[in-house]
Structure formats: C-alpha cells, structure tokens
C-alpha cells in the first residue's frame, strides 16, 4: 500500500467522487503507464484532496525519478526518502523557468515564466556557484536558460538548482552565521519560501560567472530556506562567453 487509503474523499461532500476512488496501487500502474505525465499529474491533484495527496506523496516523487534518476539517486543515497521542502516543488524546479517581475532581481525588465521540455542539471556545475569554503556541499544546477534579445537587458539568462540536505549544509550554516536577512518581497517560485540573496551574503564566486558565461557585474541567485535555487544574469556574446569558459 502506497499511502494510507481512504475511500471517501475528505475534502468536499460536493466532490464527485464521494463514492469511493480506485486503489493507490491502480493510480500509481495508470501513472506508470502514462510515463508520469506531469499535466495530467497536476491535474489529478486538483479534483479532491484525497488525489493531492496521493499525487504529493507517490506521483510527483515517481516524476522526479523518471526525470533526473541519478540526481534523485544521489539525494536519496543517505538514507532519506524524501527532499527538502517537497516533491511537487522539486518537479516544478526541473521543468519550470521562472521568469521574473519587473523590480526582481537585478531590476531586469518582466520576462514571463514557461515550462521547458528539457535541462540538463550537474553536479559538477553546483561547484562553480560555491565559495571555497563551503565546497564540500552538494549543489545541482542547470544550464542557463537563454531569453536573447531583452531590449536594454541584451541577452538574459536565468538558472536554477538545488542543494543536498540543505538544512545540514555549510551554505545555509554560514547565512545564518553572518546574519544575512531573508529578502522582504521576494519567495521562492517553487515552493513560497523566504529567500537569500547569495550577493548580498558576498557568497558568489567568479568561477560563476565562466560557468554561466555572464557578465561579472550581473548576476545574483537567491537560495530559499527549503535549498531550491534561482539565478539570473547578463549573458555575453557568444564569442566572449567561450573565451571565459576556456579561462575557467
């Protein structure tokens, strides 16, 4: 049995399906079927709460898996059978970009969100946004997703990532020790948790801009308090970008 099972549906006596449901275990074979579809997932979860939760419990963490397997693999090598924050807010990071508002970070011009077929996320990349100090950590970040041709912005790129038992790392640890504020308006898009500005910390090293090939007085990424990442920056031109990845 997959979660506790309940037959009548606790959140509406209007719902529908006051009946009964089919079992967990036909949901999770159906899903299985259907490759963890993440529309027809999102929505599922929106008929009654007894589909939310199953989708929150078993079919957003199955998605995860098909999605980035040796990530989740990783997450999961230390005993732990779930994320920091949770698996509906993981699955969003791996498909969704963001975006921003007008006012957000760096003051860029609005750029809509949207979803994105595929994003490579790497390990290896993680370090590049970490200061020497705080390397042991384990940080997965995508490849930047690139908005060309932002007006007065030029070209804009913006990145996401997660970190390892975040709420044990030596990032969340040296924020809190240094005291520096969550921000006042901004919350994660992922899961409505305070941010950290990782400029105002002065925890952005110059290995990040090569990694992302961005301008270096152009960038910021914030970390919530769940350890799901948010990164914009000022993309340079091509030629000048592969000159500062050959650098690095």
């Not at 975040?166 to 994660?188: A, I, P, W, Y």
């Not at 961005?214 to 000159?243: Q, R, T």
Request: overall charge positive; charged content about 20%; some cysteine.
């Amino acid at each position: 049995m997959l979660v506790a099972k309940q037959y009548r549906c606790t959140h509406s006596a209007a719902c529908g399906c006051t009946k009964g449901h089919l079992s967990e275990d036909a949901i999770f074979l159906v899903f299985q079927h259907l490759k963890w579809n993440p529309r027809l997932i999102a929505t599922l979860s929106c008929v009654c709460k007894w589909f939310s939760d199953i989708s929150k419990q078993v079919l957003w963490k199955e998605f995860c898996r098909a999605r980035a397997p040796k990530m989740m693999l990783d997450f999961q090598s230390s005993g732990t059978h779930s994320v920091d924050g949770n698996w509906k807010a993981l699955a969003k990071l791996l498909i969704y970009c963001s975006g921003c508002n007008k006012g957000g970070p760096l003051n860029s011009s609005p750029i809509p969100g949207h979803f994105v077929y595929k994003t490579r996320f790497s390990r290896t990349s993680g370090k590049s946004f970490l200061i020497p100090q705080c390397r042991t950590d384990v940080l997965y970040v995508s490849d930047p997703c690139e908005h060309l041709d932002q007006g007065e912005d030029g070209d804009v790129g913006f990145f996401r990532g997660i970190f390892k038992s975040f709420s044990v790392s030596k990032v969340r640890k040296m924020l809190v020790d240094r005291g520096v504020k969550l921000h006042n308006t901004e919350l994660c898009p992922f899961c409505k948790a305070k941010m950290w500005s990782m400029l105002q910390a002065k925890m952005v090293p110059k290995s990040a801009y090569s990694r992302l090939g961005a301008y270096e007085d152009c960038i910021d990424y914030y970390v919530c308090l769940n350890g799901h990442m948010l990164g914009i920056c000022a993309l340079l031109p091509l030629s000048d970008s592969e000159e500062a990845s050959e650098l690095e």
